[in-house]
């Protein structure tokens, strides 16, 4: 039987996602839930591992969709809550599985109490206080929030907000925390019951936790990434991106790399070829960008555009670089590190781009060096 060698691979450290989450729950005590989200196969480190890793740390799970709640309910048992709108067609079976729906209109609510028969369902009630893309406006909550409370088949089992700019804005972040904490006060007198609220993100966990309400639901945070700088290093980032070098050739002066010869050798060149292109999820817009790889724990730059399945970088200074090599696209190798800030600033994009994109499209995952899939 041929042996498997991965061209392309990902590494996840499950001692680090339990470091981020133990860091969120000594934060915060134990009176405050946890919702861990792990949307988008976990941001790219794998939503089945990452949740049953940390299953025994989290409250809740958050998934972006049904699709994504039925493959976690076979994995763990943990209550689970859809944060994206559901399709009409799928609220029947949302409500048979006991998934936890987030809805936004009377509409919706209605639907899930004509579901219900009987039993009640469970909803998050999403309020907008300035994201734009989901929720009942602020201005109409209370009035909303009666009508879906007197429903006699709907249980409400929080009420939420998603804060748009808590990584960019702090004085519109204080404000809209301050307003959402006010908004759930009324609620309360208005129509008590035992529903939770919250409002902090990763963001929001980590610079505005004076008031963490009874939930919080850090996303990027469990996997190790911070979108505030001065907080990384509280983190262990849990995903290292890997790939090797498959060809090393000689260059001279004067020669073109890769399309569009964007990069010509001012000098003779040891080149080395990489098996990862942008259908292995590296961006092609790292391209000539001033980026760099890890070979032998020594940055290694990038020369020209990145192709689709490989890519070249200087080994000149590198004497015993050798085909084979492990190279690191993202995360540590020796007493250096290539970030995934570092990638997604240099792409021009963000962090939850880079990562989520690698899990579609690299060979496979290894699990603290335990290989659990691969395509």
Known sequence: MMEKHYRCWAEIDRSALRHNVAFVREKFGPDIDLLAVVKANAYGHGMIE???????????????????????????????????????GERGAIAERGFIPSISTLEEARDFDRIGRGQKAPINFKIDTGMGRMGVLAEEAVAVFKEVSALPNIKVHSVSTHLPVSNEDEQFTREELHNFGKLIKQLRV????????????????????????????????IYGISSLPEFQSLLRPAMAWKTCIALIREMPAGHGISYGRTFITPRK???????????????????????????????????????????????????????????????????????????????????????????????????????????
């Open 190 to 221: 208005e129509v008590p019951g035992d529903y939770k609220a919250h409002a902090l993100q990763t963001a929001g966990v980590l610079a505005f936790a004076e008031e963490p309400f009874e939930i919080v639901r850090p996303g990027m945070l």
């Open 50 to 88: 990452v949740a049953q890793t940390i299953a025994d740390q989290a409250n809740i799970f958050g998934v972006a969709n049904l699709e994504e709640a039925i493959a976690l309910r076979a994995a763990v048992q943990n209550p689970i809550t859809i944060l994206g709108p559901a399709l009409p």
């Open 269 to 375: 060149m040891r080149v080395a070829t990489l098996s990862c292109g942008y259908a292995d999820g590296y961006p092609r817009h790292l391209s000539n960008r001033g980026i760099s790889v890890l070979v032998r724990g020594q940055r290694c730059a990038l020369l020209g555009r990145v192709t689709m399945d490989l890519i070249m970088i200087d080994v000149s200074h590198l004497a015993g670089a050798a085909a084979g090599d492990e190279v690191v696209l993202m995360g540590r190798q020796g007493d250096e590190e290539i970030c995934c800030a570092e990638l997604a600033d240099r792409a021009e994009t963000i962090t939850w781009e880079i990562t989520t994109r690698i899990a579609r499209a690299c060979d496979g995952f290894i699990y603290e060096r335990f290989e659990i899939c691969e395509s």
